[in-house]
Protein backbone atom coordinates (compact mmCIF):
# COMPACT_ATOMS: atom_id res chain seq x y z
CA UNK A 1 0.00 0.00 0.00
CA UNK A 2 1.40 3.47 -1.28
CA UNK A 3 1.86 5.82 1.79
CA UNK A 4 2.74 9.61 1.39
CA UNK A 5 3.89 12.21 3.90
CA UNK A 6 3.89 15.79 3.18
CA UNK A 7 7.11 18.01 5.24
CA UNK A 8 8.29 21.54 4.80
CA UNK A 9 5.37 23.48 5.53
CA UNK A 10 5.37 26.48 7.80
CA UNK A 11 4.67 30.07 8.31
CA UNK A 12 6.51 32.48 5.67
CA UNK A 13 6.48 36.14 4.53
CA UNK A 14 5.08 37.43 1.62
CA UNK A 15 7.69 37.31 -1.08
CA UNK A 16 9.25 33.98 0.32
CA UNK A 17 10.10 30.51 -0.50
CA UNK A 18 9.69 27.76 0.57
CA UNK A 19 9.60 23.59 -0.35
CA UNK A 20 7.05 20.93 0.17
CA UNK A 21 8.41 17.30 0.20
CA UNK A 22 6.26 14.03 -0.23
CA UNK A 23 7.97 11.47 0.80
CA UNK A 24 6.70 7.48 -0.33
CA UNK A 25 6.61 4.20 1.31
CA UNK A 26 5.13 1.02 0.35
CA UNK A 27 5.21 1.00 -3.09
CA UNK A 28 7.44 3.14 -5.69
CA UNK A 29 6.66 6.03 -7.26
CA UNK A 30 7.46 5.17 -11.01
CA UNK A 31 4.05 4.82 -12.67
CA UNK A 32 1.79 6.63 -10.74
CA UNK A 33 1.55 10.16 -11.30
CA UNK A 34 1.99 12.59 -8.59
CA UNK A 35 -0.51 15.89 -7.61
CA UNK A 36 0.00 18.71 -5.14
CA UNK A 37 -3.87 19.85 -3.80
CA UNK A 38 -4.57 22.50 -1.70
CA UNK A 39 -7.20 23.81 0.39
CA UNK A 40 -7.57 27.08 1.81
CA UNK A 41 -10.40 27.47 4.29
CA UNK A 42 -13.72 27.97 2.97
CA UNK A 43 -12.89 27.30 0.24
CA UNK A 44 -12.90 23.62 -2.40
CA UNK A 45 -9.70 21.86 -2.61
CA UNK A 46 -7.36 23.05 -6.00
CA UNK A 47 -5.49 21.15 -7.82
CA UNK A 48 -1.87 23.13 -7.73
CA UNK A 49 0.37 21.33 -10.15
CA UNK A 50 0.72 17.68 -10.91
CA UNK A 51 3.47 15.39 -13.04
CA UNK A 52 2.39 12.58 -14.98
CA UNK A 53 4.30 9.48 -14.78
CA UNK A 54 4.28 8.07 -18.57
CA UNK A 55 6.30 11.19 -19.94
CA UNK A 56 7.28 13.36 -17.14
CA UNK A 57 4.95 16.23 -18.46
CA UNK A 58 3.59 18.86 -16.14
CA UNK A 59 0.68 21.11 -15.06
CA UNK A 60 0.70 24.27 -13.04
CA UNK A 61 -2.82 26.11 -12.01
CA UNK A 62 -3.02 29.52 -13.20
CA UNK A 63 -2.75 31.12 -9.79
CA UNK A 64 0.93 29.04 -9.38
CA UNK A 65 2.48 29.19 -13.30
CA UNK A 66 5.49 30.74 -13.05
CA UNK A 67 6.40 30.40 -9.56
CA UNK A 68 5.82 27.03 -8.32
CA UNK A 69 7.60 23.94 -9.64
CA UNK A 70 7.15 20.35 -9.46
CA UNK A 71 9.95 17.44 -9.33
CA UNK A 72 9.81 13.72 -8.53
CA UNK A 73 13.20 12.28 -7.53
CA UNK A 74 12.70 8.26 -8.54
CA UNK A 75 15.69 7.45 -6.39
CA UNK A 76 14.77 9.06 -3.30
CA UNK A 77 10.94 8.70 -4.05
CA UNK A 78 9.74 11.79 -3.17
CA UNK A 79 8.16 14.61 -5.31
CA UNK A 80 8.81 17.92 -4.58
CA UNK A 81 6.70 21.53 -4.77
CA UNK A 82 9.45 24.00 -4.82
CA UNK A 83 6.93 27.67 -3.97
CA UNK A 84 8.86 31.00 -4.70
CA UNK A 85 7.17 34.95 -4.67
CA UNK A 86 4.56 33.17 -2.01
CA UNK A 87 1.25 35.66 -2.05
CA UNK A 88 -1.22 35.55 1.24
CA UNK A 89 -3.68 34.33 -1.31
CA UNK A 90 -1.08 30.55 -1.69
CA UNK A 91 -2.12 30.07 2.13
CA UNK A 92 -4.00 27.04 2.87
CA UNK A 93 -3.36 23.43 3.51
CA UNK A 94 -1.20 21.45 0.73
CA UNK A 95 -1.73 17.59 0.11
CA UNK A 96 0.07 15.10 -2.03
CA UNK A 97 -1.23 12.36 -3.95
CA UNK A 98 -0.44 9.55 -6.43
CA UNK A 99 -2.74 7.79 -8.62
CA UNK A 100 -1.73 5.06 -11.65
CA UNK A 101 -3.33 7.23 -14.17
CA UNK A 102 -3.75 6.60 -18.22
CA UNK A 103 -3.42 10.11 -19.66
CA UNK A 104 -1.64 13.51 -18.83
CA UNK A 105 -2.39 14.27 -15.19
CA UNK A 106 -3.58 17.66 -16.48
CA UNK A 107 -6.85 15.70 -16.91
CA UNK A 108 -7.73 14.37 -13.92
CA UNK A 109 -9.32 15.90 -10.77
CA UNK A 110 -9.24 15.36 -7.00
CA UNK A 111 -11.29 12.41 -6.27
CA UNK A 112 -9.65 10.45 -9.06
CA UNK A 113 -6.88 10.27 -6.30
CA UNK A 114 -7.22 7.61 -4.22
CA UNK A 115 -3.57 8.24 -2.38
CA UNK A 116 -3.03 11.20 -0.14
CA UNK A 117 -0.79 12.80 2.25
CA UNK A 118 -1.60 13.97 5.56
CA UNK A 119 -1.46 17.74 4.32
CA UNK A 120 0.80 20.34 5.29
CA UNK A 121 0.08 23.63 6.72
CA UNK A 122 1.44 27.19 4.59
CA UNK A 123 0.07 30.12 6.07
CA UNK A 124 1.71 33.09 4.17
CA UNK A 125 1.23 36.16 6.43
CA UNK A 126 3.65 39.55 7.16
Known amino acids: QLQLVESGGGLVQPGGSLRLSCAAS????????NAWFRQAPGKAREKVSC????????YYGDSVKGRFTISRDTAKNTVSLQMNNLKPEDTAVYYC???????????????????WGQGTQVPVSS
Open 97 to 115: AAERLALSCRYYEDYEYNN
Open 51 to 58: ISSHDGST
Open 26 to 33: GLALNGYA
